[in-house]
Nanobody, 126 residues
Framework: QVQLVESGGGLVQAGGSLRLSCVYS????????MDWFRQAPGKEREFVAT????????YYADSVKGRFTISRDNAKNTMYLQMNSLKPEDMAVYYC???????????????????WGKGTLVTVSS
């Protein structure tokens, strides 16, 4: 059974940093990508970042490029999202998810996402 558990959210001032973690279990290398998505109140869920099983490549939404870094350590069954220079518009619930597709564009669009964590709340004060 696949389980994803996010942690690391909290309250931070604008310009500050947080590191989110997603501990996963039951996942094998058969999954192509793992993603971070976020959803702000009253808004649709949006793609943040993705990386393949190897972690050798990374892809970001334009809104976070240069500020956020996705990484994973399969030995620890953990994926991370380092968030720097946080802005009030980054405030949202952040979710990790698995993408069962070999195509990164599908994963960026949120297609073929089969498992999701329950999310962790990031609050950014201005």
């Amino acid at each position: 059974q696949v389980q994803l558990v996010e942690s690391g959210g909290g309250l931070v001032q604008a310009g500050g940093s947080l590191r989110l973690s997603c501990v996963y279990s039951g996942i094998t290398s058969g999954y192509y990508y793992m993603d971070w998505f976020r959803q702000a109140p009253g808004k649709e869920r949006e793609f943040v970042a993705t990386t393949p099983w190897t972690g050798r490549s990374t892809y970001y939404a334009d809104s976070v490029k240069g500020r956020f870094t996705i990484s994973r350590d399969n030995a620890k069954n953990t994926m991370y999202l380092q968030m720097n220079s946080l802005k009030p518009e980054d405030m949202a619930v952040y979710y990790c998810a698995t993408c069962n597709s070999p195509y990164v564009d599908a994963c960026r669009r949120g297609e073929t996402m089969d498992y999701w964590g329950k999310g962790t709340l990031v609050t950014v004060s201005s």
